[in-house]
C-alpha cells in the first residue's frame, strides 16, 4: 500500500463558486482536449457519436434544481473532480504505488507506468472522481494541469488548470491553499468556502463557495411600462388635427 507524505509545504487546489457557474461545460472540454493532447495517454472515447455515448472526462459538471429555506428555487451547476485530499484514501489503497501525492504541492496523482486497473482507488474514492480508461486499462484523474502550472515555457498568465484558464464566467480559481494569504485563501475566508463531504474525513483541499440566495420577485408583467398611455390628450399634430375634427 502506498503512504501519504506527513506534510506538504502547499496545497495546491481549486475554489469552485456555485454562485458564478453557469454550466456551459467549457471546463469539461478544455480538460478534455489539454489531457488528450498532452499529458499522459490520450482520453479514450468509446462511443461519442452514438445514442449511449461513453468516454473518459476528468472534470464533469452536474445540474441540480434546489429549493433554498430563504430565495427562489435555482438551478445550480456543480463541477466535480478530483479534490487533491489530504488524507487521500485513494492514495493509502492502491496496491502498487500507483497512486501517490506529492509532498511539494500536494497533487495527487497517477503513475500510469505503475497502474494495473484494479478499481481499488476509484472504489475508495468518496466523489467519484477516478476515472477508468477503457481503452488504456488504467485509472485517471484530474492533474491540476501538472504540464502547465510548471511549464516555464508558457507564459504566466497561461500557467494554470486548462479549466481554471477557459472558465468564462470566472468562476473557478487556483493557487495555494496552505497559504492564508492567498487569492483562494481569502476568498475561502470571506465567502464560507466549504469542503464537499467533511464527514467522510478526507479534507479535501478543493473548496466550494456556496451560492447567493436569489431574489424572490413578485408578480410582474414585462408588458406593463409599454401598455401605460403616454399621454392623457394628443399633443403635437395629432392634437391639433383632434380639434380640427372636432369642430366639423
Request: with cysteine.
Amino acid at each position: 500500500m502506498t503512504s501519504l507524505p506527513p506534510d506538504t509545504s502547499r496545497k495546491l487546489g481549486l475554489v469552485i463558486d456555485l454562485d458564478t457557474c453557469v454550466g456551459c461545460q467549457a471546463c469539461v472540454i478544455a480538460c478534455k482536449g489539454w489531457n488528450t493532447e498532452n499529458y499522459g495517454a490520450p482520453l479514450s472515447d468509446q462511443d461519442p457519436y452514438g445514442a449511449d455515448p461513453s468516454g473518459s472526462f476528468l472534470n464533469r459538471v452536474h445540474g441540480y434544481e434546489i429549493t433554498p429555506d430563504q430565495g427562489a428555487a435555482q438551478l445550480v451547476h456543480f463541477p466535480k473532480s478530483c479534490l487533491h485530499c489530504e488524507d487521500a484514501p485513494c492514495v493509502t489503497v492502491c496496491p502498487t504505488g500507483a497512486s501517490y501525492k506529492r509532498a511539494e504541492d500536494g497533487i495527487v496523482l497517477v503513475n500510469e507506468t505503475d497502474c494495473i486497473g484494479c478499481g481499488l482507488c476509484a472504489w475508495a474514492c468518496p466523489y467519484g472522481a477516478r476515472e477508468m480508461d477503457q481503452s488504456a486499462g488504467v485509472m485517471k484523474k484530474c492533474t491540476l494541469c501538472i504540464d502547465r502550472i510548471y511549464n516555464e515555457n508558457l507564459p504566466e498568465e497561461d500557467r494554470e488548470p486548462a479549466c481554471v484558464r477557459t472558465c468564462p464566467a470566472g468562476a473557478r480559481h487556483f493557487g495555494d491553499l496552505a497559504d492564508p494569504d492567498s487569492a483562494v485563501s481569502q476568498l475561502v475566508a470571506e465567502r464560507g468556502g466549504f469542503d464537499l463531504m467533511p464527514e467522510m474525513g478526507t479534507k479535501p483541499v478543493n473548496k466550494y463557495l456556496p451560492p447567493r440566495p436569489k431574489d424572490r420577485l413578485g408578480e410582474t408583467d414585462i408588458l406593463a411600462p409599454f401598455l401605460d398611455p403616454v399621454a392623457d390628450s394628443p399633443q403635437g399634430f395629432l392634437g391639433w388635427l383632434d380639434r380640427a375634427l372636432d369642430r366639423l
